[in-house]
């Protein structure tokens, strides 16, 4: 079975500081891997994916991300994070078949709530 | 983007009530909904699957006689806790995706359930 592990239940920056968000996870095969953000008050919404390619992906709001594939890591970063980065952020896989087609459910890590400091 | 309402936001009940909640995608047409549970400090926990016009299919260790699952149009599911007792207070997330495996996952506000 998969599983995802958030190193990190609450980090506090201060602004411009950077960012880096630990995630591993457990799987046999090939994933896709997410990062999705969760702002107070409102619903999930996906930051950024890697599905193949580049292990590097760049999503919204300056966000960006590495895939490790010898370190089952998918790391979120930001070089300078903002008063309004402040939200929980989870990470998650899902595994894909040989055709490159997702599949089975996606798994979350338990969250890492990024508090930001003006 | 697409948008998945999720109502009502919050509710407080006794106990022994019977509670649905609701999912609907307003500009997409959901072929597959999923529903989960987030305890305190807890990932999301996926409870059920399900495909328009088909039974759910529930993970292990989830009640189907407990959380009914109804997804009945491409637009709309809807989850019903019943006989609801205080260790089902949780909050309740719901997801909606188009009929593809790699489409995105748009997901609900949540639904905050309280059982006195």
């Known amino acids: 079975a998969q599983s995802v592990s958030q190193h990190n239940h609450h980090v506090i920056l201060s602004e411009a500081a950077s960012l880096e968000l630990g995630c591993n996870y457990s799987?046999?095969?090939?994933?896709?891997l997410f990062w999705y953000v969760q702002y107070p008050g409102q619903h999930l919404q996906l930051l950024l994916k890697?599905?193949?390619?580049?292990?590097l992906v760049k999503g919204i709001k300056g966000f960006e991300a590495e895939f490790i594939k010898s370190k089952f890591s998918f790391n979120l970063r930001k070089p300078s994070v903002q008063w309004s980065d402040t939200a929980e952020y989870f990470c998650?896989?899902?595994?894909?078949?040989?055709?490159?087609?997702?599949?089975?459910?996606?798994?979350f890590g338990q969250g890492t709530i990024l508090t930001v400091h003006p | 983007g697409a948008v998945v309402s999720q109502h009502p936001s919050r509710v407080i009940c006794k106990s022994g009530t019977s509670v649905k909640i609701e999912c609907r995608s307003l500009?997409?047409?959901?072929?597959?909904m999923f529903w989960y549970r987030q305890f305190p400090k807890q990932s999301l926990m996926l409870m059920a699957t399900?495909?328009?016009?088909?039974?759910?299919?529930?993970e292990q260790g989830v009640e189907k006689d407990k959380f009914l699952i109804n997804h009945a149009s491409l637009t709309l599911s809807t989850l019903t806790v019943t006989s609801a007792h205080p260790e089902d207070s949780s909050f309740y997330i719901c997801s909606a995706r188009g009929p593809h495996s790699n489409q995105p996952q748009h997901f609900g506000d949540g639904t905050r359930l309280s059982i006195l």
């Open positions: 799987y046999g095969g090939t994933v896709n």
């Open positions: 500009d997409f047409q959901a072929t597959t």
């Open positions: 998650a896989v899902k595994g894909v078949d040989a055709g490159g087609t997702s599949y089975g459910k996606l798994t």
């Open positions: 890697y599905f193949s390619g580049d292990p």
């Open positions: 399900s495909n328009e016009g088909s039974k759910a299919t529930y």
